[in-house]
């Protein structure tokens, strides 16, 4: 499997950088998150006063083969007649791309079409969808490398530009299932707490869903004998589960991760399906969990939860259930005012204030 260097950021300046939030004139925390988000982005950057420069926005598609046994409400077709409309501009991806200023990449890591001469669509395709895990592992352990090994190099192409914070999105129907398997594994709850709606499924298909990804998880175990159980995952473990239940797209998503943390990027992380992917990202190295920033809490049954077991928080909730990235594309400004907060704001001393705390 393909490895990643990861190091937590150095914390001999976070005495520094606390004392310049402390001294800007405003009563001490009363800018809230606004003072986490900057004492995170300038641990990031080692510096007291960070930056914002050339935001990316990788969008990676693909079909799973799980979608076969009706655990979505919304055929596969969906996924490559949205990546065409991705290309000519026309998503909600694209749209709050523009607002903020990100450069969007589609990337077809294994969509069931041929999007080859689609203008706009870089062609990094596995196969047309996994397999369905229902019966045997999504992909093999070459195929998964394979899958990390572009995500990474996508979040490389983005530094060389100078981007210094990645954002992240996906578009797959069916994702939401080996997502919930991931949760499930990897933190420990229970699957029924795992297992909601997707894109809109009433309770019968919650239910079937529920009894699809039972039994997966079983045929899993049955497989892989000696398994810890779930919430003990270790990175062997971890390893496997990636393969075995892991969409094309949701594997690149976590090789992107990994990469810009690698490279000291801010990793914008968006709801459900990506929450999961920074999961398996930080049960493999749990130091990109530095780099993450956790930016939009859906409706999606157990997205708490899944938060709650990294000991992260949403800034926004906005009941948002597109998927793309967008929540987390809404999230940017708050990172902009957190860094114009660092930069703009003056001090005590220097605006004449008598510190009053």
Known sequence: MKTFHITAPDEA???????????????????????????????????????????????FGADHGIEREGVSVSPREI???????????????????????????????GVDYDLSDVPGIIDRKVARGTRDFLHEAAMTPDEADRCLETGAQMADDCHREGCNVLCVGEMGIGNTSPSSVWMHLLAGIPLERCVGAGAGLDNAGVRHKLDVLAQSVDRFRADHPGLPRAGAFGTEAAALALSHFGGFEMVAAVGAMLRAAELRMAILVDGFIMTACMLMAARLYPDVLHYAIFCHEGDEAGHRLMLESLHARGLLRLGLRLGEGTGAL?????????VRMMNEMNNFDNAHITKYF
């Open 330 to 338: 809404c999230a940017y400004p708050l990172l902009e005012s957190a």
């Open 79 to 109: 996924t490559w007649q949205q990546m065409i409309n991705f290309s000519r501009g026309g998503g909600g991806v694209n749209m709050f791309c523009r607002q903020h200023g990100f450069k969007l990449l589609l990337v077809d890591m």
């Open 13 to 59: 300046l976070r005495p520094a950088i606390q004392d310049k939030i402390d001294n800007l004139n405003k009563p001490k925390g009363s800018l809230g998150r606004l003072e986490e988000l900057a004492l995170q982005l300038a641990l990031m950057q080692q510096t007291t006063a960070p930056a914002l420069r050339h935001p990316c926005h990788l969008l």
